[in-house]
Structure formats: C-alpha cells, structure tokens
C-alpha cells in the first residue's frame, strides 16, 4: 500500500494541468515502451495515465492505434505493480470498444478476477464484462455467481453492477443471476445491498406483480442501506401510486435515521398523482425542518421541493413562510433565489416591495436558470396583484439591462407583454421599458418580436410618436431582419395615425435606399400604399390584418383558375375565421399527411398483389416504405425508364416503368439487368414485360433479396434494360427479331430506402428516448463536419432529414430567424420494425455546420449502419 502514498513536496507543487499539451502521436510512440522487458511499473503508469487521460478528453483512436495500443498494453500483466495494475484494468475498458481482438486478456482478467488479491479482483470483474459478449457469456458465469455472495464487498458490489451492464448483451443474466442476488440482498453493507436490490429489479421488471411482491415484501422489512431504501421508495411510488400501504410506508420512512431517506419519502409524498392534503402535511413539516438545516444541501433540496409543491398546494406551504424568510440572506444565491420565488407564490400583497428590494441585492449574482424562476414568480404575482404592476414592471426592466442569454432576456419580455395584455394600466410602462430594451438588445429574433408589438400597440398609446425614434434607430444600426419589421411597424404607425403620415413617408423614402432586397422591397411597398390616403380601406390591412380560411382561400383560388380570369380576384369573398392554435394545425397536418400515405400504400400493395409471381413473396409482408419514382434515363432518349422502390422487411421490390418513344418498333421480354458485384445481394426473380409498344407504358420487376450484413444494404447497382426489339417499316414489312440492350444510369439502394419515419409519434421524444435507455437500446454518438454543399442550418435539416429517411419529431424542423445552433430529434423505424431515435445537434459557424449526431437504437447494427452512413 505504500506505493499509495504520495511525497510531501510532491503535494506541495503547484497547479496546473501537467497534460495540457499532450499530443495523440506522441503518447501512442511512447506506449511503445509497454514491451521492454523488465517492465518500468512507474515509467508505464505514467505513459498510461497519459492514454487514459486523452481517451476521457474525447480523443479519438483508430482501429489500429486502439489495437496496437491495447496489444503492448498486455504485456504490463507481467508486472506485480498494485497501481500499474489498476491503470491496467481502466485501460482495458476504455480500449475495449475500440480495438480488435479483445478477448486475448480473457484468461488474465479470469485469473485476476478469482485470486487472492481483493485489490485486483474487483477491477478484473467491471474489466472482464466489458469485454464479455454473449458468446462468452456461459463460460464466465459460474465465477459471477460466486462473485456476487463473496465475501469481500467490493469484489460482490462490483460483480452486481457489473450483471446489470451484461444485460445489455443478454437480459435474461439478472434473472438467471436472481438467486446470488437475493443473497447479497441480506449483506451488511449498504453498497451491495443496493446494488443487489437493483438487480433483483432488473431481473422481475418485466412481471409487475412480480414487482408488486418484491416491493411489498421489502416495504414490511425496509432495508437497512440508506441508498436501497432510496430506490425502495422510488420503486413504489411508481408502482403504488396513490395506496393508502404506499402512504403508510412513507410515512414511516419519515421517521427514519438517514436524511437522504427521509427527503426521498417526502418527495414522493407531495409528488403523488392523488395525494389529498393531509396526505402531504407531514411531508411538509419535514421539508419545514430541514430548511433551518446546517447542511446546504438538505436546504437547497427542501427549499426547492417546497418551490415546486406551491403550483399545485400553495396553502399548504404558508406554514413554512417564517423559515422561507430566513432563507432569503443565505449565502447559497440558489438557496435564497428558491426561498424568494417561493413566497412570492404564497406571500401577502404587503410583503412584495420588501422581496423586490431582497432579489435586487443578489440577482446578478446568480445564473440564468433561476434568473428564469424568478421571472415565472414575478409573472405569477403580477395576476395574483394587478396593482403591484408599477414595483414589478420597474424590477424586470432593471432585470433586462443585466447580462444574458436569450431564453432569459425572452423570458423577461414575455412577462411584460403577459402584465400588459391583463392590466391595460401598465400599457405605457411595459412599452417604454421594451423600447429602451431593443436600444442594446442583441437576440434578432427578440427585437423582431418587440418591433411587431409596438406596431400592434404602439399606434393606440397616448403618446404614438414618442415610439417612432426608437423604431427609426433599428432601421439605421441593427441587421436586416430588425430593419425589415422597423419598416413594418413605420408603416403601422402611419396607417393608424394619420398626423404621423408625413414624417413616416420621408423615414419610408429613406429606407428604399437600403442594402438589404427584403428592406428594400417592404419600403417601395408602404410608401406605394401610404400614398394613396383617398381611400382609407387600403390601409385597413395595415391596421388590422385579416385573418382568412386557407382551405376557404384554397378553394376559391382554384375556382378562379377554371373561370376565364378576365375578372381580378375577389378576395372578400373568402370567409374570416379566428386564428387557429398552432398545435391543432400541426394534428391535423399529420392526420392528413397519414392519411394520403395511407391510401399510397394501400394502392400501391394492391397492384403488386395482382402479380401473380409479387403475390406468393409478399402476401405475408409488410410494407416498409415506397421511393418516389425516379427517372433512369434522359428525357429525350428513345426509351424511357423510371425506377420505384418498395422495401419490405427481407425483400426490395424494384418496380421499372418502361416506355417505347420509337413508332415503328416493338419491344419483346423486356426486362432490367442488374449488376450484382458485390456480395450480399441476389435476385429472387424477374418479372418481365412481355411487349412493350409505341407509347404504351408498361412494367418490369426484379426483386432482390437485402444481405444479412447491413452495411452492404446500401450500394449502387448499374443497370442494363434488356429487350428483344421487332423493327417494322409501313411499306416493306417486318424486319427479323434480334436482342439488344440500353444503358440506365444505376440504381442506388440507400439508408433512406430502409426507414419509415414516424412523425404521429403519441409521445414525446424525450419519454421515448428514456424508454429507449431504460431497454437497454443502443447508443451511439458522433461529431461530423458537414460538407461545403451544406452552409445553412435550414439546408443542413432538409439533407439530414432526406437521407436518413427519419421524421422530425415536437416540429423540431423549424429553426429560429437568425439561430446558430439547433437541436434536431428525428425518428422512425428500420425495416424489421427496429425502433430509431436521433438528436442531432448543429452549430453554425460562418458557412461550416458542424453536426453532433447521437442515435439510439434496439438493434446495434442498424445504430452503426447509420453513424457509419453519415460519415
């Protein structure tokens, strides 16, 4: 153990990061020092700390660097060192995704993993099933088992944890393993016994009464680890929800010794779906009393449940006001931010000045998320006391001048708009503080927004021309975006004000002469419409947009079109209607979307099963997905061929629609050779044309059978349209038959074709995403430079989205005016019925997007497949 401890003047030197500057190659020639014989044990921890170090920075190794690396990396097994052994085991794991022929230290980590030696056991245990796949799985099972009911803690703990990772390869190893769990369940120490629990969790998790039985013979018991209990109460209150048994547990756990399990009772007390109010009284008094606790953390927690229990029982919380206000001058600003925003919820209208001036002391001081908390108390407090609006408007803005981000600074101004639209009496205010705000804003999507609403409200102020500077300044220093809606808001002040008129004329003459065509443009067009005051139903639409039927427009437009349009266009006939929630819009998108797919498909499998060959391959399929046609020739060829692609789960029908642009020839057996060069492919049969006449459209199938190795799925295959052609001339007859070919551009058999997205997703993405983890789903992540073709991140969505073959999911397509980063969530599924989920995070920087792609996957292939496409 001496070789733990470390030199006096060695803990004396100074800071700094001793691997700053470390560079990949160097460290890689430097482990090359792993096979000199003897082995130098510090000399290689050192080396191979500096390994480890890169890998945790996001260093990344080749294939045949990590296997090179891994390679000299055995050879250390030679050396008895207890540290340089350890460093061992970490470097196994972290190699082991990425190097060849990993399981060459199977023996070594086996041997290590039965010793004597407790300080290597464990780590050769969490080593050894990393490496383990389901093929190794039975040869180390019977040394799992007796590792879990070992003596030594650590060594049971570790092969615990371990039997939850393996469930990954097989999900059956914690049911198989549930015995030895049991066991390690009555340990004395708390580690194992949690782990255990956990196990024994995974293993019945799929039986919920089997779960039932477990958790109620636990709670009759209650485990004596603080962290078991934890996830005892957890496990209940998901699965009890609302029991009077549940509610006696709970509380019966309040009186427990370990704060962590009395918090997490009293969590899942007031987080209950039908908790009445005595129900959630002693959890109160408890969370009352860890407020006045000497620990920071219990008072953070407390204070912030009890934040949290006032949007749904806030009389409830007014007892705790009196310790509330003691928490206000504490020296965590998290603590006192939690503390504040909680009694501006349940507070008197006489204690609001006073908590103002208590936020102002301590607000910049603390960070944007409970900046934001702040704000939804402030908005909250402003309905519940219309007349406090004067106090709380003059905080905001004040709140406005400090820095930050735009979900802040957004915030702020939604609070403002929301107090004006409630209480007419704050009108004036709330606009003066928004245009002193745009004076420095530095978001374009905010001050759009700002200048949208002064032309909405601006002109019936009582003081309209007092906004026109402000307005006017954005057209001289901001970007194009601000100055186009600064035009707009100009022209709404003029229509709705007609002592303006004059002056908004010259300002709109000005803007003609701008840089930017969008600008340019919406000037010609108000001054072209302000000039013409003698009729005053022109500048209605400036006023007062109308709000008109799309589907009535629709309509009318296209009876207009069948008339001979000598009239102008009507456009008062179409009939008004309110703005529509944007959300029902989108359900009845995807409704109708799902519904014209539905009926393509439908169509589509009844004309294949009318062939009698299709019929017999694919009667018992499903279909995955339908290409759009494709052209595989020129427009101006003598034949024309277009391509479909329908994909079903084993099976992609190649669906070739041929034409005959040549009058005095015939074509005969006409089908579309494919060349199948690569391996993985083949034909399970062609349906050939039997004649093809002038101008008379007709098809030829081949039908491929997709190769078990999923990277191979996706290839070009050139294509030859092969024919028997009959010539005839009017006059002198019939020429002899002969056999001719034509040339087709290739066929590409891409990722997309394999995808069916699933836009109508009946849940949200991060519920599907949580889903996806807690089944043990694959997950892979990686970062890519998008291509020069690609330098915008509208252009970078619509590519993403088209060739992955995955549907946007929460309408995660639209993309902010002027953003430069988007989070993009994507889903769908693989032929097979293998569920898909994406993240894609992009940044833009100049014209470079940058792309943070992470998929999650049921099947590991098919994750590979993607990232692997991507690159």
């Known amino acids: ?54 890998l945790n920075q996001g260093e990344q190794l080749g294939t045949m660097e990590a296997t090179e690396a891994f390679f000299a990396m055995t050879k250390l097994f030679q050396s008895k060192d207890v540290v340089l052994r350890r460093l061992v085991y970490l470097g196994i794991k972290e190699l082991s995704s990425l190097a060849e022929d990993v399981i060459i230290v199977t023996s070594s980590l086996t041997k290590d993993m039965t010793g004597k030696e407790d300080l290597y056991r464990a780590a050769a245990i969490r080593a050894l099933c990393t490496i383990t796949d389901a093929g190794m799985l039975a040869a180390i099972e019977r040394y799992m088992k007796q590792a879990i009911v070992d003596r030594s803690p650590a060594v049971s703990s570790a092969a615990l944890v371990s039997s939850l990772h393996l469930t990954n390869i097989s999900e059956d190893v914690a049911r198989r393993w549930a015995n030895e769990a049991q066991e390690a369940l009555n340990s004395n120490n708390v580690m194992v016994q949690y782990h255990a629990l956990g196990v024994l969790y995974q293993a019945r998790k799929s039986d919920k009464h089997a779960v039932v039985k477990l958790v109620a013979k636990l709670m009759r018991t209650s485990p004596k680890s603080p962290y078991a209990a934890c996830m005892l109460i957890r496990m209940a209150c998901k699965i009890l929800d609302g029991s009077e048994e549940l509610v006696s547990f709970l509380e019966c756990c309040l009186r427990q010794k370990s704060e962590m399990v009395v918090y997490e009772a009293a969590h899942g007390l007031v987080n209950l779906t039908k908790a009445a109010s005595r129900d959630i009284a002693p959890a109160i008094s408890v969370l009352q009393l860890f407020c006045g606790s000497p620990k920071p953390a219990l ?36 603590i006192a931010t939690l503390a504040i925003t909680t009694l501006l919820k349940t507070g008197a209208e006489s204690s609001v000045d006073r908590l103002m001036k208590q936020i102002a002391t301590f607000v910049s001081e603390i960070s944007d998320e409970f900046k934001v908390i702040v704000v939804q108390a402030i908005r909250a407090l402003c309905q519940k006391f219309p007349r406090k609006h004067v106090v709380l408007m003059n905080f905001l803005s004040a709140m406005l001048r400090d820095e930050g981000g735009l979900e802040y600074k957004a915030a702020i101004a939604d609070t403002i708009i929301a107090v004006m ?16 705000f745009i004076e420095d804003c530095e978001h374009i999507s905010l001050a759009v927004r700002i200048l949208h609403l002064l032309g909405q409200e601006g002109p019936t102020s009582k003081q309209p021309s007092r906004y026109i500077r402000f307005i006017y300044n954005r057209v001289i220093l901001e970007s194009a975006s601000v100055r186009a809606a600064a035009v707009t808001a100009l022209a709404r002040f003029a229509a709705a004000c007609p002592p303006l008129l004059p002056n908004v004329l010259v300002l709109s003459s000005r803007c003609q002469l701008d840089s930017d065509d969008e600008v340019r443009d919406r000037a010609a067009y108000y001054c072209a419409i302000l000039q013409q005051q003698s009729d005053p139903t022109i500048l209605l639409p400036l006023v007062q947009p109308p709000h008109l039927s799309v589907r009535g427009l629709e309509i009318a437009l296209m009876k207009y079109m069948h008339t001979s349009m000598n009239e102008p266009f009507d456009i008062s006939q179409i009939p008004s209607t309110q703005t529509v929630d ?9 409704v109708d979307k799902k519904r014209r797919s539905l009926i393509r498909e439908r169509c589509i499998i009844d004309r294949l099963l009318d062939i009698p060959q299709l019929e017999v391959l694919i009667c018992n399929s499903i279909l995955v997905k339908s290409s759009p046609e494709f052209d595989l020739t020129e427009s101006e060829t003598e034949y024309h061929v277009k391509c479909i692609k329908h994909t079903f789960s084993d099976l992609v029908v190649l669906e070739f629609d041929c034409m005959n642009t040549l009058r005095h020839q015939c074509l005969e057996d006409v ?44 290839t070009t295959l050139p294509a030859t349209l092969r024919f028997t052609a009959q010539d005839f001339h009017p006059t002198t007859g019939e020429f002899p038959p002969y056999k001719d070919e034509y040339m087709l551009d290739i066929v590409e058999l891409t990722l997309a074709d394999q995808i069916r997205g699933l836009s109508e997703t009946s849940t949200d993405f991060n519920t599907a995403w949580a889903a996806g983890t807690a089944q043990g789903y694959t997950k892979l992540e990686e970062t890519f430079a998008l291509g020069p073709s690609v330098f915008s991140l509208e252009g970078a969505v619509q590519i993403l989205t088209e060739f992955l073959g995955l549907d946007q999911v929460d309408r995660t397509n639209r993309i902010q005016s002027g953003a430069t980063a988007h989070n993009l969530l994507l889903g769908g599924y693989f032929r097979g019925d293998k569920e898909i989920l994406a993240r894609a995070r ?23 497949l993607i990232i692997s496409s991507v690159g």
Do not use: W
């Not at 401890?5 to 700053?20: L, M, V, Y």
């Not at 044990?41 to 890169?54: F, N």
């Not at 494919?674 to 007709?698: K, M, N, Q, S, W």
């Open 582 to 590: 944007e959300s029902l819009k989108a359900v009845d998108q995807i």
């Open 842 to 864: 992009l940044a833009l920087s100049g014209t470079q997007v940058t792309m943070q792609l992470t998929v999650l996957c049921s099947d590991p292939d098919v994750a590979e």
């Open 671 to 714: 089908t579309v050779a494919l060349d199948l060069f690569r391996e993985g492919y083949t034909v399970v049969c062609e349906i050939p044309c039997p004649a093809l006449h002038y101008y008379e459209p007709a098809a030829t199938y081949t039908v491929l059978k997709y190769p078990e190795d999923l990277q191979a799925s996706i």
């Open 421 to 436: 639209e409630v209480n007419a009496e704050a009108k004036e205010a709330g606009l003066a503080h928004l245009c002193e």
């Open 299 to 334: 008072r953070f927690a407390a204070v912030r449940t009890l934040n949290k229990v006032t949007m749904i029982h806030p009389a409830e919380v007014t007892a705790c006001n009196l310790d509330l206000e003691n928490l206000i001058t504490d020296s965590n600003r998290s």
């Open 1 to 54: 153990m001496n070789t733990f401890k470390r030199d006096k003047k060695e803990e004396e030197d100074g800071g700094g990061n001793p691997f700053q500057n470390l560079g990949k190659t160097t460290v890689l020639q430097e482990a090359r020092t792993f096979n000199n014989t003897p082995v130098n044990p510090i000399k290689c921890a050192h080396i191979l700390t500096k390994l480890l170090y890169l």
